[in-house]
């Protein structure tokens, strides 16, 4: 189960369900807020992003609705169920135990071996 | 400007050639679209010339091949093997014990070979036409929702003249009938955010429905109309679907069902015969009460496996209304139980599959057919376990009849042909919250204010 102990894999899914928690938003919106939050180090692919958030939605952890306000442009919005609320939950714990081991490692260095 | 139209639209196109679902590409290359002209405008808004623009578009979005790739694992129809062999297994049970009871049932052969032939022919035409709505698109009934249900209550009506009474029914409207709960979820689906207007329209059709089924003199007609029809109200009130406020539309959802029940209690003969059938047969044992105590010894005499006891003398329509307890009679309680769970696993999964729908229409209209098949299938074991308080409608997929084995087999085409398109991208417009017309407000210096809506509203 080395992936489950890894949760480096699932991390973008996190932070666009992260985004997501805030508020409501669209593709596009969400790589510029990444872009902007990250000061530039998440510069995540659209070509990326939405089979990941279609993937999201088949899980019904988030579901999607259109906005047609401009014709031209109808913009599907994403919206964080409650059930990806708790997954997020659970994947933020599974992350900061993940980083707090990585912590230890890097600035422990000695053992008793 | 039209070469850099085309660089998004080359783009998209290439996404859109690696997905094999055709019906998916509409929606995924709108959002892709979408998104491009976001990324363009936010380029040219940088300095660039609407080419580099493009171009930076374009790159951003990544390798279409490999996007499209991805998309395409996502979005694909979900084939409903598991649910089309379940009927598939129950319409072959059904046509071998139907041939059993007719072997068993004192009937002429002319009968016998014209009863089993209607049922083939059912079988194989319903068969066919399950097929056909499975492969077929459904969404195009929730282009013209409201009209098809108005057309098929339409269709109903004209038929009332042209239908022959057998037993005092109209059969010809009675099969049409069957449809009408498919008929109010269009009906429902076509009234989104009308509010109590779109509720009381709901509620006109429901009740246009019924009366065509008091027309056919049909208590059990009237009572799937009605339970399927308000629970496909509910269902769509508590999904926000109508723009009504869910606790006072429940509320009279729940109490318009008392109609039809209030009618029969006023309709006190009609009563008195219902329960004499179901509670107290021994009242009238040679006329009214007849059928409930031969289905009642029958079962009495019913073993756990294996022919039961009792001799069954003179019980009409062997295999077409008293199906079940004959099967019971038969092979014992442990052949009955299992066709009763091989159908309730059916329901149960489609039922499951049903909730998980995200697009109205397909919630709706799987509902519907659920409920019709749920209705029919409850009603049909409750009157041949001895209860005839309502009359039976069908066993679905079982029972003998070959109009309820097409009208069946459609309903189950309907259900699977909505679970297989499950993986649609597809997103409803958000619904738009209605603003609710207050008598009483708050003004912003504390005070309260009570006044009529449309006064406040002129008052702005």
Redesign the interface.
Known sequence: MARESNPLGGSTAMLLMKLLEERDM???QMIEELRRRSDHTFDL????L??LL??L??K?WV??????ENAA?????YHLTKTGREQLREKKEEWSRYARAVDRVLEGGFSLA | MPENRNKIEEYVAEVCEQIRWKRAKEG?A???R??L???QDACLAEGMTEEEAQAESVR?????V??GT??D???RPKPQWDLMLLVFGLVVIGLVLQGVLMMEVPYDDVGRVYAMRRSAAGAVLGGVLMLGIYWLDYTILGRRAPWICGLWAGVAAISIPFSHRINGRLYNTYYLLLLAPVCIALLVYGMRGKGWKGLLICWTGIGIFAIEGAVVVSFSMIMLIVFTGNLLILAAVWRGWLGVPKGAATGCTLALPLAPILWMLLNSAYLSDRLTIALHPELDPLGKGFMTIALRKLLRGARWMGRGDTAPWKIPNAYDDHFFTWVIHLLGWAAGLALVAALVLLLAVALRRCF?Q?GMLGFLLSLAAVLTLGTEAASYVIYNLGFGFFGALSLPFLSYGGRYMVVNLALAGLLMSVFREE?L?Q????ETPRLRRKWITLREDGAVVILPPWVKKAAQ
């Open positions: 669209y593709g596009y692919k659209a070509g990326t939405y089979p279609h993937g939605e088949e019904g579901t999607a609705y259109l906005e047609e442009r109808p913009r599907k919005y | 995924l709108m959002e892709l979408t998104h002209l976001d990324q951003q979005m990544g390798d279409p490999e996007v991805q998309l694992r996502v979005h998980r995200k993986h991208p997103a409803q417009k958000r």
